[in-house]
């Protein structure tokens, strides 16, 4: 699973590294000083990278807890966010990650607790509500065999009941939340593009099909599930591969028990486009017409405006508009 395990000497005696490292023995392992020796080198390349990532285990400085971006939630709650991991163990081609980081290596930070204690801060500072996410800079639930993520934070938000979290995910690795007694709080958001964008741009995703089979049968379990169709981005086929996704997922699954269903353009901050671009400087989706607003770099917004509307009058057709939100 990892070329190296590189391990930061101040958590070395930790229990939790010590119950990870010994359960890859096998893993060559190396111990440095601070994370950003091995992940913040210069000269790195990220693609060689991806074909054989290292697990940097860290702890995690500063601020823990982040206000989230405007526009990125689904209601007027204050919004926050938290990355327990950086980077991803899927190689979307439309993901910002690659542009944020030099590096595809994965750092998992161990201290848990650290974390928790900021998470509780937040918590109490909004008389126990807000709303956070976690999956921004990671996919929560696509490491869980390894960090045991779920087993410590969501016993975290079931002692605030009225603080929401929001787990983003295009994984399957659902095994630790349906052993789990549902945390009524806690929302499993899967992110979905359609089968056309998926072969073409999400590598080593599982498919739809089997995404959406984890989602349906934690519905059954009782947990709150919700769609993400992000990014909405449109090929020579137009709006029936649009058709086809909607109709595949809300057959599968109880529409009126969702808790929200959300859809949001291809976007992502200047600096990162450049960079992605460098790395594929062959690929169709970034020879593709752009627009800059605010920073924000996207594509051409007259054509993907009105397929954004088109996309949501599709979608209006399975859902309601209370439960739909369109992400900024």
């Not at 359960?23 to 210069?42: H, L, M, S, T």
């Not at 498919?207 to 981005?233: C, D």
């Not at 509307?309 to 979608?315: F, N, P, Q, S």
């Amino acid at each position: 699973m990892f070329s190296t395990i590189y391990i930061e000497e101040e958590v070395l005696e930790s229990e939790r590294v010590k119950n990870l490292l010994g359960r890859f023995a096998q893993v060559p392992q190396v111990i440095c000083d601070r994370y950003g020796e091995v992940f913040n080198r210069k000269s790195q390349n990220f693609r060689l990278q991806k074909t054989a990532p290292a697990l940097i285990l860290a702890k995690k400085y500063g601020r823990k807890v982040l206000t989230a971006p405007s526009g990125y939630g689904y209601n007027d709650s204050k919004s926050y966010y938290f990355s327990h991991m950086l980077n991803c163990v899927y190689d979307c081609r439309y993901c910002f990650l690659q542009g944020m980081y030099s590096s595809a290596n994965y750092v998992l930070f161990i201290n848990f607790e650290d974390f928790e204690e900021a998470i509780e801060e937040k918590i109490e500072e909004n008389n126990g509500g807000g709303v956070y996410y976690s999956g921004y800079d990671c996919d929560s639930l696509a490491l869980e065999p390894v960090s045991n993520f779920c087993s410590h934070f969501l016993p975290v938000f079931r002692r605030y009941p009225d603080a929401e979290l929001e787990i983003r995910t295009k994984s399957t690795q659902v095994r630790c939340l349906l052993d789990t007694e549902v945390v009524s709080n806690c929302v499993i958001a899967m992110s979905f593009t359609t089968n056309e964008a998926a072969v073409q741009w999400e590598h080593k995703v599982p498919s739809i099909e089997k995404r959406l089979e984890a989602l349906h049968k934690l519905q059954l379990a009782g947990w709150n599930v919700a769609i993400r169709f992000e990014p909405l981005i449109l090929g020579a086929e137009g709006l029936a591969p649009y058709e086809t996704l909607f109709s595949k997922i809300f057959s599968k699954l109880d529409v009126q028990r969702l808790h929200s269903v959300s859809s949001g353009l291809f976007r992502m901050p200047v600096d990162f486009h450049k960079r992605i671009v460098k790395l594929y400087p062959d690929e169709e989706l970034y020879a593709r017409p752009t627009e800059t607003e605010n920073g924000m770099i996207g594509l051409k917004t007259a054509k993907e405006s009105s397929q954004l509307l088109a996309i949501e009058k599709l979608l209006l057709k399975h859902i309601s508009a209370e439960q739909y939100y369109r992400c900024a």
